[in-house]
């Protein structure tokens, strides 16, 4: 970092410590799909790549946490792990839910001590969700203000009205990815790895990369290699399930989740858009630009390009959602956020130009890092104001 850089950290610290900011509600950052946490990866990290955001952030003087959840299991499954991780006790997907998908209730390995055992509603949280994570924020909103009845966990059974001050989504498919489109509709074959794509290309990772499916009694065998262990994830029901990611982040699957779904007046939504393709001459198709990741244009390009979408505006991508879904959910309101925050309205923050990793810090130009930095450092700054 050069000598400006370190001056903006030091400037942006002093403006916190010295009570410039209305609120220090901690921030828990939530993965999306095939995600990861802290310690999984052998020190490269999802949020970070080869630095830990969450460490940038506390030097800053922001109290941050990173969760980790199911990298392919459904919202749903993950809202109620990233609740017990935060607020401690055992997972408990529900008696409802459990049944109807045929998993565990109450896996045994998921107990927590909690992140924030405080949290209430005079004690609420800031949530930014990455990609699919972003949808696991608005699912734990849903379900914190949702009574169920027959159910027993504290989470489902009351409601917690005021527990979340803020939801911030980067690259989230609020309105689906055409990816599962393409995926289903030219590739039939690669249905039934749709739910774990993409583990693949890091095979580096496979001696540390945790599922996190002992809701579905997959957890793998120590006598088994990667290869025996995926092969028994395809042969398991988790394929023929909408109690899964690949469900929960297409079209049809988040269509049916925003008619659930209603924003909250007493919450702050802020959304970040990433693009990484450009338009063709003479075309409405896109294609990627120079600066997206070599293993994300393959995808890029059939997005930009794929017919089987609502409108063209869905050609632009990131390589991994469309652009045009990173809003807000189509059927709240959204606007351009003007510089003034207000409860219970989708404020879009504008389009990035990074690809879906490059917002991660991960495979993106050095020149870039300071910049990108600087944007979360002023967006927690802009939570602390709330």
């Known amino acids: 970092m050069n000598a400006n850089y370190n001056i903006k950290r030091i400037l942006l610290l002093l403006f916190i410590q010295f009570g410039l900011s209305v609120n220090n509600h901690p921030i828990f950052l939530i993965h999306g799909f095939m995600g990861w946490g802290r310690e999984e990866l052998n020190n490269y990290y999802y949020w970070g790549g080869e630095e830990d955001l969450e460490t940038e952030l506390h030097n800053e003087g922001f109290d941050v946490y990173t969760l980790s959840v199911g990298p392919i299991s459904s919202n749903w499954d993950r809202a109620i792990e990233a609740y017990a991780q935060i607020k401690g006790g055992c997972?408990?997907?529900?008696?409802?839910?459990?049944?109807?998908?045929?998993?565990?209730?109450?896996?045994?390995?998921?107990?927590?001590?909690?992140?924030?055992?405080?949290?209430?509603?005079?004690?609420?949280?800031?949530?930014?969700?990455?990609?699919?994570?972003?949808?696991?924020?608005?699912?734990?909103?849903?379900?914190?203000?949702?009574?169920i009845n027959n159910e027993s966990s504290a989470l489902l059974s009351q409601p917690h009205e005021n527990y979340i001050k803020s939801i911030t989504t980067l690259s989230t498919p609020h309105n689906?990815?055409?990816?599962?489109?393409?995926?289903?509709?030219?590739?039939?074959?690669?249905?039934?790895?749709?739910?774990?794509?993409?583990?693949?290309?890091?095979?580096?990772?496979?001696?540390?990369?945790?599922?996190?499916l002992d809701q579905w009694g997959l957890a793998k065998k120590e006598t088994e290699t990667y290869y025996q262990f995926m092969q028994r994830i395809n042969n398991s029901n988790i394929k023929?399930?909408?109690?899964?990611?690949?469900?929960?982040?297409?079209?049809?699957?988040?269509?049916?989740?925003?008619?659930?779904?209603?924003?909250?007046?007493?919450?702050?939504?802020?959304?970040?858009?990433?693009?990484?393709?450009?338009?063709?001459?003479?075309?409405?198709?896109?294609?990627?630009?120079?600066?997206?990741?070599?293993?994300?244009?393959?995808?890029?390009?059939?997005?930009?390009?794929?017919?089987?979408?609502?409108?063209?505006?869905?050609?632009?991508?990131?390589?991994?959602?469309?652009?045009?879904?990173?809003?807000?959910?189509?059927?709240e309101t959204i606007i351009q956020y003007s510089g003034s925050p207000i409860k219970g309205i989708w404020q879009n923050m504008g389009i990035l130009y990074y690809d879906h990793h490059q917002i991660l810090f991960r495979r993106m130009l050095n020149n870039d890092t300071e910049e990108l930095m600087n944007l979360y450092i002023k967006h927690c700054h802009l939570l602390y104001s709330l």
Not at 190 to 206: D, E, H, W
Not at 254 to 280: A, G, P, R
């Open 240 to 331: 023929l399930t909408q109690n899964s990611a690949s469900w929960d982040i297409s079209i049809e699957g988040v269509e049916y989740f925003n008619k659930l779904y209603e924003s909250n007046d007493n919450i702050y939504y802020f959304s970040y858009s990433t693009s990484s393709t450009i338009q063709k001459t003479n075309s409405q198709f896109h294609k990627p630009n120079n600066t997206m990741s070599y293993y994300l244009r393959p995808t890029a390009i059939l997005m930009g390009r794929n017919q089987n979408i609502p409108d063209s505006e869905w050609y632009e991508n990131d390589g991994i959602v469309n652009t045009i879904s990173m809003d807000g959910p189509h059927d």
């Open 91 to 147: 997972v408990d997907y529900g008696i409802e839910h459990s049944q109807k998908y045929g998993i565990t209730q109450k896996p045994l390995q998921k107990c927590y001590e909690g992140l924030y055992p405080e949290w209430d509603a005079n004690h609420p949280i800031h949530i930014i969700g990455h990609s699919q994570g972003g949808l696991t924020a608005r699912m734990l909103e849903y379900l914190l203000v949702t009574i």
């Open 176 to 212: 689906g990815t055409s990816l599962s489109l393409i995926v289903n509709n030219h590739f039939p074959s690669l249905q039934k790895l749709s739910v774990y794509a993409g583990i693949i290309n890091n095979v580096l990772f496979q001696n540390y990369y945790n599922f996190d």
